[in-house]
Structure formats: structure tokens, C-alpha cells
């Protein structure tokens, strides 16, 4: 729709303004022409005159000066008239008509014949008295053809620019459109999920309170469930806004943000907090720092992508398992990888749970939103870095944060 509307304004502009080319082409050749013939009969008429022979009361025409000098063309010819406008004489092709002579240039129609004209004054020698006109024309059918053919070629022109434009506009279109379109597309699916995601505690709020409403006798026991499910579909409403608020802000830039920040002390904090859930899991947790590796950025978002891939790792390795997470500083970069025995990933799958939302299938009910991922790979793109993962289905899946090695000038 968006395209097909592109296509007819640029379709239309590119038409516009192909036409007023064109026009603008045809109206300067026509004035070129006029003016050429124009000054061409002036010169025709000039050599008129030479043929005047200046009597004491009259005016007479020596015909032979005009056709020895052989200066008319087979479409020109001259015309004398004296002072009361009669004619004197003739020669070459003139317009079979009687119009009166007046000075300057006109045009004189014959049915569909047209006669270009300048006529110009007689002076006598002597007197510089006007005593006579002479009026130069040329039969204007070679000029017809000359406009002729040049419309013909303006309008073939103009069309095949016009075709083409046409088809440049479409692909052009095409080519600029694509991207909207997709970001479009993904801003719908993604309005969608959010809007799922946010149905479910919504509308377990809404029935544990009608449920309440409904129920006459008060139960403390029944109450306090539902006050629980409403609380816990709070919280995760609340955990999910929270985390679109944190993408949202994801593009802005960190310059203000920067700090030095220790992995090693972030995941010494981790270990100590994750370590009860891992063993109540059955799954073993290890944490291997380095001290000497740091990362320039916001620590509370370092923290929250750590949590992020070692809540997965937890989750998503069954118990008997094991996690280990390991800072390894590199020469241009600090890696912090996250390796788990756990249900992994299918290569089919690998590069989509990245994505807002997205879950594989089983995972859904984890209870996880699907945006842990996709905050860790933005948070750690707006450090520079960024989150890949390797994964085998059944083997185990490794997840690499990356944060590059910045310059020692930290503003
Ligand atoms: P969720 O809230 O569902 O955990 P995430 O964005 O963190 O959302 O993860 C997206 C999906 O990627 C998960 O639903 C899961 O299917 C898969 N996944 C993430 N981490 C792992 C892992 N360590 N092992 C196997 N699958 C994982």
C-alpha cells in the first residue's frame, strides 16, 4: 500500500517534470527558429532594397539586381510596395493575397499555408524621407517540419523517460520500502507479543479479584491465594514493562555511563547469590575470574546480562548438570562465557531466541518472558560488544558476552 502510494507520487513528480522539460525544450526551439527566420528576411528584405530605383516621383523596381545576385531561396521572396501601399513588383514565392504591407514581422495565413514576413521601410537617399516598403517572406513549411520533428522526438523522449522512470521509481521504491516495510512488520509482531505476554498475568488478575468479588462469605484461605495470584501477576507485569523500558533505552549512548567495572567482583556477587538455587537444582556452579580483566560500561547493566545468561543456564540444564563461568580477557576484547551441560539449543533456533519474546517451544512453560536474551545481546551491543552463543542439542550450549578493550582514556 505504502509502496503502490511512493510509486504514483514519484511516478507523477518524475511525469511532471519530464513534461515541463519538454515543453520548456519546444517553447526555446520555436523562439530560436522565429528569431533565425526573422533575422534572415531582414537580410533578404535589406537585399530588397538594392533593387529600388529612386525616380524624381516614383519608385521602380530593377529586377534584374535581385535574381543575379540569386539571393532567394525557392520558398523566399520580395515584395515592393510605394508610400500608398501599392505594389511596385514581385519576385520569388509570395503569398497570393492582397494584405496590406506594415512594417515588422508577421504571419500570413493561405488556408493551411503560412507565409513568414518582414517588411522594412524605403528610404529615399537623399531626403532619408520614407518613400516605400519592402516585405521579405518565406513560405514556413520547412520550419513546420522542423517543429514537427521535434515533437515527435519531445514525445518518444518523454515517454520512454517517463517508462523509465518508471521502472528505476519501482525498483528504487522497492529498495527503499523493503526496510519500513520490515521494521513494520517486526514492530507489529512485536506489539502483538507484548500484548500476549501481558494478557496472561492481566487476566489472571482479573479473575482471582472477580472471583473475590463473587464469593459472599470471606474466606481468609481463599483470599490470601488470590491476593497472591494477583500479586504475582503484578510483579511479572511489572518485570516485563520494566524490561521493555530497559530495551527501549537499549540505543542511547553509554558516554555518561562509563565506568570501570570488575567482572570478577560482579560474579564473586553472583556466585554467592545464585549458589543456594543451583544446589536446590541439583546443578553444579563454578566461577573462574581473572584479575586483571576489566570492562568499561554501566555495571548495573554488566550485572544484568551475567543474570541473565546464568538464570538461563540454570534453567535450561536439567539436574545433575553443571554451569561454569569464566572471565577470559583476550587481546581486544574481555570474554565472559557462560557454559552449561544443558538441554541446548537446535541450529534452527539458534539465532531467533535472540529475538523479543521468542521461546522454544518447551520453554514456554518456564515462565520466562523470552526478553532475557534479547536485553543481554542489546545491553552488551551498547557496550560495544556483543552475545553469540554455541550450542548441541542434548550436549550443552556456551554463551559468550564480548566487551571490547577500550582505549585507557576513559571520559
Ligand atoms: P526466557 O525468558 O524464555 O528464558 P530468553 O530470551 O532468556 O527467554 O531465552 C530465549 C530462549 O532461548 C529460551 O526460551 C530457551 O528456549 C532458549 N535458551 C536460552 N538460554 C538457553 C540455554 N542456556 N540452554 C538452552 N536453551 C536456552
Do not use: C
Not at 89 to 109: C, K, N, Q
Not at 172 to 198: I, K, W
Request: net charge neutral; glycine share 8%.
Amino acid at each position: 500500500m505504502l509502496e503502490r502510494r511512493l510509486l504514483l507520487s514519484y511516478f507523477a513528480a518524475f511525469s511532471a517534470i519530464f513534461l515541463v522539460a519538454a515543453l520548456g525544450v519546444r517553447f526555446a526551439f520555436v523562439a530560436i527558429l522565429d528569431q533565425q527566420t526573422a533575422t534572415r528576411l531582414q537580410d533578404v528584405a535589406r537585399a530588397g532594397l538594392r533593387s529600388v530605383l529612386y525616380g524624381n516621383q516614383s519608385l521602380a523596381i530593377d529586377k534584374s539586381e535581385i535574381s543575379n545576385t540569386a539571393l532567394l531561396t525557392r520558398e523566399q521572396g520580395l515584395q515592393w510596395f510605394d508610400e500608398q501601399g501599392r505594389l511596385l513588383g514581385a519576385e520569388g514565392l509570395v503569398a497570393e493575397v492582397d494584405v496590406p504591407a506594415i512594417e515588422g514581422s508577421r504571419e500570413i495565413a493561405i488556408g493551411e499555408r503560412a507565409f513568414n514576413t518582414v517588411t522594412i521601410p524605403i528610404l529615399n537617399p537623399k531626403t532619408h524621407q520614407r518613400v516605400g516598403l519592402v516585405r521579405a517572406s518565406e513560405w514556413n513549411e520547412q520550419e513546420r517540419a522542423d517543429i514537427r520533428y521535434l515533437d515527435t522526438g519531445l514525445l518518444i523522449g518523454t515517454l520512454l523517460a517517463i517508462v523509465g522512470s518508471g521502472v528505476g521509481g519501482r525498483a528504487l521504491v522497492h529498495r527503499a520500502v523493503g526496510p519500513v516495510a520490515q521494521s513494520f512488520q517486526r514492530l507489529r509482531e512485536f506489539t502483538a507479543d507484548a500484548s500476549h505476554e501481558l494478557r496472561g498475568p492481566l487476566t489472571a488478575i482479573a479473575a482471582s479479584a472477580d472471583a473475590a468479588l463473587r464469593d459472599t462469605e470471606r474466606d481468609p484461605l481463599h483470599d490470601r491465594a488470590r491476593f497472591e495470584a494477583i500479586s504475582d501477576g503484578v510483579k511479572r507485569m511489572s518485570r516485563i514493562t520494566s524490561d521493555l523500558l530497559l530495551l527501549a533505552g537499549a540505543d542511547r549512548s553509554l558516554e555518561r555511563e562509563l565506568f570501570v567495572v570488575d567482572p570478577g567482583a560482579i560474579l564473586t556477587r553472583l556466585f554467592e547469590r545464585y549458589r543456594p538455587l543451583f544446589s536446590e537444582a541439583g546443578v553444579g556452579l563454578e566461577v573462574t575470574t581473572e584479575k586483571t580483566a576489566v570492562v568499561y560500561g554501566n555495571p548495573t547493566q554488566v550485572e544484568r546480562i551475567l543474570v541473565n545468561l546464568i538464570e538461563n543456564a540454570l534453567n535450561y540444564t536439567p539436574r545433575g548438570g553443571h554451569v561454569s563461568v569464566a572471565v577470559e580477557p583476550t587481546r581486544t576484547a574481555t570474554l565472559i562465557v557462560v557454559r552449561d551441560t544443558g538441554i541446548g539449543i537446535a541450529p534452527e533456533h539458534v539465532e531467533r531466541i535472540f529475538d523479543r519474546f521468542w521461546r522454544v517451544e518447551q520453554a514456554r512453560s518456564q515462565g520466562g518472558s523470552g526478553l532475557g536474551l534479547a536485553i543481554a545481546r542489546a545491553l552488551a551491543r551498547r557496550h560495544g560488544g556483543d552475545v553469540k552463543v554455541e550450542s548441541r542439542p542434548g550436549a550443552g550450549s556456551e554463551f559468550v558476552a564480548s566487551f571490547p578493550i577500550r582505549p585507557a582514556r576513559v571520559d
